[in-house]
T-cell receptor
Framework: KNEVEQSPQNLTAQEGEFITINCSYS?????LHWLQQHPGGGIVSLFM???GKKKHGRLIATINIQEKHSSLHITASHPRDSAVYIC??????????FGTGTRLQVFP | EPEVTQTPSHQVTQMGQEVILRCVPI?????FYWYRQILGQKVEFLVS????????KSEIFDDQFSVERPDGSNFTLKIRSTKLEDSAMYFC???????????FGSGTRLTVV
């Protein structure tokens, strides 16, 4: 069983739709990261969470430590949001365990 | 915004050859990492490095792999004798504390033929 599970694996949306990507994990963590990977391969850090909720522009990330679950929401999605979104958990002493990613395509 | 710089962006090497992948972390960062992503698979941890020594390494990081911070600015990953299965995108990352976010480089695509 993977230590970090993401759903859905693939997601297609129309521009303007509200999008939710889910992440569940089965290990003890010190933080959870949401990352974005574009087709060229580069990885960009979106959020780091250890509790509660964070918002940056149209992106919102939440985490429930008790349920070992996090969600990434994108409001008013846009074609430029098309990318792979990856959940990764930080486990002691100091490494990230990655999920397999959610491939998002937003069509005009 | 500060960046983590990786060179080369793409390297092709013959099986059995040694390769060195180079990274310049953000200047005031203290924690350094290498990750890799085989095509179509998830990103995997290789090694973390702090205070001039390895803090943690994965099972993948066997005796063929080594890391070094030779001059206080570069952070290198060496693969001594490459295998076909070492073909992957290798990402360097750095962090200014163990509890802060990571900055990733844009990756080096290694192709072993």
């Amino acid at each position: 069983k993977n230590e970090v599970e993401q759903s859905p694996q693939n997601l297609t949306a129309q521009e303007g739709e509200f999008i939710t990507i889910n992440c569940s994990y089965s290990v003890g963590i010190s933080a959870l990261h949401w990352l974005q990977q574009h087709p060229g391969g580069g990885i960009v850090s979106l959020f780091m969470l250890s509790s509660g909720k964070k918002k940056h522009g149209r992106l919102i990330a939440t985490i429930n430590i008790q349920e070992k679950h996090s969600s990434l929401h994108i409001t008013a999605s846009h074609p430029r949001d098309s990318a792979v979104y990856i959940c990764a958990v930080k486990v002691p002493p100091d490494k990230l365990i990655f999920g397999t990613g959610t491939r998002l395509q937003v069509f005009p | 915004e500060p960046e983590v710089t990786q060179t080369p962006s793409h390297q092709v090497t013959q099986m059995g050859q040694e390769v060195i992948l180079r990274c310049v972390p953000i200047s005031n960062h203290l924690y350094f990492y290498w990750y890799r992503q085989i095509l179509g698979q998830k990103v995997e941890f290789l090694v973390s490095f702090y205070n001039n020594e390895i803090s943690e390494k994965s099972e993948i990081f066997d005796d063929q792999f080594s890391v070094e911070r030779p001059d206080g600015s570069n952070f290198t990953l060496k693969i001594r004798s490459t295998k076909l299965e070492d073909s992957a995108m290798y990402f360097c990352a750095s962090s200014d504390t163990a509890n802060y976010g990571y900055t990733f480089g844009s990756g080096t695509r290694l192709t072993v033929v």
